[in-house]
């Protein structure tokens, strides 16, 4: 009876340790198609937007509209392009407030920040809240869902500042 308590036990412990081990996987995983998101917009290249997205794309932006993959790239391809023509620059980072995932899928739920042409005088800052789904095409997580909306207006420094870090994976491990 000892042996199989005890076999029990051990048989928990690793699944658990094994479950918080695959999440902080996939967090780490899940980063590296956030920083393609962020050297994206750093280098204004619309073919890294294209890399990280599902050709299955739902976009609603603004809570306003519904647009797919191909005019969702379009649109980054001429706006980036616009950019660069300008000598305009785009920043852009996240915080989060949830990440949820297991092996296929993830919903990751946050505050951005957009700065326009930092360290310039007419530098601008944008705020809004995000949630993304992703899911594993041929074992490479894309971007199938992104839907952000500004919250009239309501989302702010002080919203971006409450979420946590794109590298704080402790808050988001389950227990």
């Known amino acids: 009876m000892k042996k199989k308590s005890l076999l029990l036990i051990i048989f928990?412990?690793?699944?658990?340790?094994?479950?918080k081990a695959q999440t902080i996987?996939?967090?780490?995983?899940?980063?590296l198609v956030w920083e393609k998101f962020y050297q994206a917009f750093d280098s204004l290249d619309y073919k890294l937007m294209a890399e990280i997205h599902s050709k299955e794309l739902v976009r609603?932006?603004?809570?306003?509209?519904?647009?797919?993959?191909?005019?969702?790239?379009?649109?980054?391809k001429s706006g980036?392009?616009?950019d660069a023509n300008n000598g305009?620059?785009?920043?852009?980072?996240?915080?989060?407030f949830e990440r949820i995932n297991n092996e296929s899928q993830a919903s990751e739920r946050g505050?951005?920040?957009?700065?326009?042409?930092?360290?310039?005088p007419n530098e601008q800052?944008?705020?809004?809240q995000f949630h993304v789904i992703f899911a594993k095409?041929?074992?490479?997580w894309k971007i199938t869902m992104d839907y952000d909306s500004n919250e009239s207006n309501t989302i702010d420094e002080k919203a971006y500042q409450k979420a946590h870090p794109i590298d704080d994976f402790e808050k988001f491990l389950k227990e």
């Open 25 to 31: 996987d996939n967090l780490k995983e899940i980063n």
């Open 137 to 140: 095409e041929n074992g490479v």
């Open 88 to 96: 305009d620059t785009s920043n852009i980072s996240l915080r989060f």
């Open 60 to 76: 609603i932006s603004g809570g306003n509209r519904i647009i797919d993959y191909e005019t969702y790239i379009n649109n980054y």
């Open 125 to 128: 800052a944008y705020y809004g």
């Open 12 to 19: 928990l412990l690793v699944s658990v340790l094994q479950t």
């Open 111 to 120: 505050v951005y920040k957009l700065i326009r042409n930092k360290n310039k």
């Open 80 to 82: 980036f392009k616009r």
